[in-house]
């Protein structure tokens, strides 16, 4: 049986806000995808549904993907992209 794999989540500007906490541990399973976590997340938090399709993801200060698989003990941050122009 494979262990779970723990992990922190951060959310930042409105998705702080909609979340209703800046922070939360979790425990995933392994290969553990950003998509799976996603869901994930919106199983918890309903209203961050809309508010997941076009943010910034960084696992560990690294930019993430949908496809990117979580590994054990590292931070997920859930950003506002910077808007330019």
Known sequence: MDKKHKIAIKFFSHL???AGV???A???APQTTIADLK???VDLYPALETHLRNILILIDNRIAI???IIPDDCTVS???PIGGG
């Open 16 to 18: 702080k806000d909609k």
């Open 22 to 24: 800046s922070t939360i």
């Open 26 to 28: 979790m425990e995933i």
């Open 39 to 41: 869901q994930q997340v």
């Open 66 to 68: 949908d496809e990117d």
């Open 78 to 80: 859930f950003m506002t």
